[in-house]
């Protein structure tokens, strides 16, 4: 299968190509890579599809939300959440279904704050339960380091990566995946 990886390069979407690189072709793309990919801007979407063509998948480890005190919040925290993780996303998928092989996949990411909020997280919470649905991955060890959290409860990165190969080798569809599971 020919796969995109959008977010290639994070700490998600790094095990993500590394997972799937082994038994299939993998495009990875992200905002710093030869072929770039801004999930706040469609053209760039659209670029990529005219570029990358008999796509059987697309997985996106991507999107940017803010993490901070609801009372620190700004509407421009939450429009960025809006216009790149959820609104992003949702575009990605919207235009990438016109460019997919018969029976391809688009797998999309929220995350365990959708439903576990914790302080700091509304901003994300509230995204992320906007994407529910799809892949669904729980703290990873990786991003909880980044943020000086205690990575103890986290899953690693490897291990997220696995639920990812099961949604595109699998058949899962419309379903949330939990790594945990």
Known sequence: MKIIVVGATGIIGAKVVEALSTRHEVVGVARGTERKLNLQEPATMRALFEQVREVDAVVCCAGSAIFKPLTELTDADYEL??????????????IGMDHLRDGGSITLTTGTLAMRPMPGSASISMVNAGLEGFVSPPWVKETMMKLHMDPTPGMASADVAKAYVGAEEGSHQGEILDPRA
């Open 81 to 94: 959440g809006l216009r790149s993780k959820l609104m992003g996303q949702v575009s990605l998928a919207r």
